[in-house]
């Protein structure tokens, strides 16, 4: 059979539907033309996979999504990751962070509870105290003694229950001075603690269950050491995709430069593709020094390179904004005795951030420079000017930076089209 007549038959398969003229017509500056990924010859391996994965229900395949507040949230990448799972098969939730006990934001449907204080350290801090780990933010005891009970939630009508959990955290923590207990379900019944791990490295420890859950409770006792946790990461034995999502509100790409142990961990969940959603914050209420700015473009990505060697790169580029600021002025005004008294009255401004295209054509031009694929949402999304409209339809906030909930699902709609574009463009090719 021809290679094109096998992926046709191979993405009939899939029953996906491509946002249509509805989106356009509702939102008239939204570019659907222009909704693809550019330079997609350099996901070959990436696109090779997932048609295989698609054609056999085997394997797994591993996408890292590192970015900044957008990512955080995981409204966005959330959106994507539920449909890579509804068409290619769920293996697993992935990279998870107790954002709930480290007092910061989230939507992930994963609940944490703790009977202790923690210390609390994320990488754009300047003098950070702890050696922060895979998700950007880490925790650390307070107490030698105690634990962190998890709950990890379907969504979507996505199962997301586990059978393989692995823990991150700093270097040389004792494996044995931490349990999983495994609750009971009925009152009568005695917890059942796993006290042994299945694997153990520097910065991480591994635990098999011989059957899949949906709770369990981290206890550890280290009575000469704090636990320091950086991340948790669920498993089954499903065929399909694990999107890991990564994201710190305010980061920069000069935020993720010399984290080694970040680092480290983040290629030992093996990355088919890494999605890097950064720039907005480089480029945010500053001039961007352009030749600065590339210097650590080329430091990250090498970094990011030298530690994934099997891991393509997508480049996602920023979305328009805007600088909104709050100028306090005075008036005299006539009191009710008629006396002129000084009153205080705001005025807001907003300005379109024209430094956002200058991030865009460094990303650009070195992704092209780099045999690394790209997706241009700050022209898909209709180019300058754009958030305001966004903000105008009620689906971006009146920060003119952050989308509302519709908007970053449409957001996630939008990449995971230009994507399945790519898998058709990609495998339509005539022997």
């Known amino acids: ?42 996901l070959e391996k990436f696109y090779e996979k997932l048609r295989t994965i698609k054609s056999t229900k085997t394997g797994k395949l591993s996408i890292v999504h590192i970015g900044d507040s957008h990512i955080q949230a995981d409204m966005f990448s959330g959106k994507v990751r539920r449909l890579f799972q509804t068409h290619f098969g769920n293996g697993g939730r992935g990279l ?36 922060v780990g895979i998700c950007g933010i880490s925790i650390k005891s307070k107490e030698t003694l105690g634990q962190i009970d998890v709950i990890v939630q379907n969504e979507e009508k996505i199962d997301y229950s586990f059978n393989k959990l692995t823990l991150f955290h700093e270097k040389n923590t004792n494996p044995l001075s931490i349990h999983i207990v495994i609750p009971n379900k009925f009152e009568e019944d005695e917890e ?12 991480s420890t591994t635990y098999k269950f011989d059957y899949n859950l949906e ?33 710190v509100n305010s980061a920069t790409f000069d935020h993720y430069l010399n984290k080694e142990k970040l680092i480290k961990q983040i290629a030992s969940l ?6 890097i959603s950064l720039g907005t914050n480089d480029s945010y209420n500053k001039e961007v020094d352009k030749t600065k700015f590339l210097t650590t473009l080329s430091k990250f990505i090498t970094t990011i390179k030298e530690n994934n060697e099997n891991a393509e790169l997508l480049f996602t580029i920023p979305a328009d904004n805007s600088i909104k600021k709050t100028t306090t002025h005075y008036k005299f005004v006539k009191n009710k005795k008629g006396k002129k008294v000084k009153q205080a009255y705001t005025k807001v401004s907003i300005k379109n951030n024209d430094q956002v295209p ?28 754009s958030m305001a409209k966004w903000v105008k339809d009620s689906i971006a906030n009146t ?33």
């Open 215 to 247: 709770n369990i409770i981290i206890r550890f006792f280290d009575e000469a050491n704090l636990f320091q946790l950086d991340g948790l990461y669920f498993e089954n034995n499903e065929s399909g995709i694990i999107y890991n999502s990564i994201g």
């Open 1 to 42: 059979m021809h290679y094109f007549l096998w992926f046709i038959l191979l993405f009939n398969t899939i029953d996906y539907e491509f946002l249509d003229k509805e989106v356009t017509d509702k939102y008239k500056y939204i570019s659907l033309k222009k909704n693809k990924i550019e330079n997609k010859k350099a």
């Open 399 to 431: 920060d003119h930076i952050h989308f509302k909930r519709d908007g970053y699902l449409l957001k996630g709609k939008l990449l995971f089209d230009a994507i399945m574009k790519g898998l058709e463009k990609n495998g339509s090719k005539r022997n």
């Open 192 to 203: 059942e603690i796993v006290e042994f791990p299945l694997q153990t490295t520097d910065y």
């Open 96 to 131: 998870v962070f107790p954002y709930s006990i480290a007092k910061t934001n989230t939507t992930a449907l994963v609940k944490f509870e703790t009977d202790i204080e923690w210390n609390i350290t994320k990488l754009i801090e300047r003098k950070p105290d702890l050696d």
């Open 270 to 275: 093996n990355p088919d593709l890494i999605i």
């Open 358 to 385: 200058v991030v865009k054509d460094v990303l650009i031009d070195y992704a092209l420079k780099n045999n690394i694929a790209y997706w241009d949402f700050y022209t898909v999304m209709g180019g300058k000017n």
